[in-house]
């Protein structure tokens, strides 16, 4: 099975900081790669599809990038609303995986 | 509106079994694909079980491979998750999931762009 792992798995920055989150796949995906937040206590919310498409609605402060094996989601200035877990998760093929997830707090 | 329901969920002994239920509204369901994903208390998600928008393709995740058994009525707008021999690591607030962006006949290929508010499952004697 491939395997989706994500680093760090915890970070803190401060307000308005630049923060990058990284999935790396055990083998290629191509771009079938989503991201999601889960805000403590709420159910999952999806952020971007096909590793780069932001989804509507999304505050454009999120970005996604990457193809093959490695990804990365960026929020250019980092919001105290977006505490949040973000989690990677690949849907090429069967199984379908998720990251560790990250786990993003305010300094 | 868009909307996904859980329900079924409750505190079960080791060995028994649970169906879960899915209600979707607010959209063509048999549209889509449709997942289940679970979160066991305090960790991260995983993905549990898909089927396709005809029930033509069905997968399921290997911890739950042979225990676990996937269904949907398109006539009901509803998903099932039939579990049986239920074991404590399947304690678990199991969402329900719409899958996205693809016209493929295979349950994979599609992300999860509308979620329930999941039902909680506790295996427990």
């Known amino acids: 099975d491939i395997q989706m792992t994500q680093s760090p798995s915890s970070l803190s920055a401060s307000v308005g900081d630049r923060v990058t989150i990284t999935c790396r796949a055990s083998?290629?995906?191509?771009?079938?790669l989503a991201w999601y937040q889960q805000k403590p206590g709420k159910v999952p919310k999806l952020l971007i599809y096909?590793?780069?498409t932001l989804q509507s609605g999304v505050p454009s402060r999120f970005s996604g990038s990457g193809s093959g094996t490695d990804f990365t989601l960026t929020i250019s200035s980092l919001q105290p609303e977006d505490v949040a877990t973000y989690y990677c998760?690949?849907?090429?093929?069967?199984?379908?995986?998720f990251g560790g997830g990250t786990k993003v707090e305010i300094k | 509106e868009v909307q996904l329901v859980e329900s079924g969920g409750g505190l079960v002994q080791p060995g028994r079994s649970l169906r879960l239920s899915c209600a979707a509204s607010?959209?063509?369901?048999?549209?889509?694909?449709m997942y289940w994903v679970r979160q066991p208390p305090g960790k991260g998600l995983e993905w549990v079980s898909g089927?396709?928008?005809?029930?033509?393709?069905?997968g399921y995740a290997d911890s739950v491979k042979g225990r676990f058994t996937i269904s949907r009525d398109n006539v009901k707008k509803s998903l099932y998750l039939q579990m049986n021999s239920l074991r404590a690591e399947d304690t678990a607030l199991y969402y329900c999931?719409?899958?996205?962006?693809?016209?493929?006949?295979?349950?994979?290929?599609?992300?999860?762009?509308?979620w329930g508010k999941g039902t909680t499952v506790t295996v427990s004697s």
């Open positions: 607010g959209f063509t369901f048999d549209d889509y694909a």
């Open positions: 999931a719409r899958g996205s962006g693809g016209s493929s006949t295979y349950y994979y290929y599609y992300y999860m762009d509308v």
């Open positions: 083998q290629g995906i191509t771009n079938y």
């Open positions: 998760q690949r849907y090429n093929s069967a199984p379908l995986t």
């Open positions: 096909a590793a780069s």
């Open positions: 089927i396709s928008w005809n029930s033509g393709t069905k």
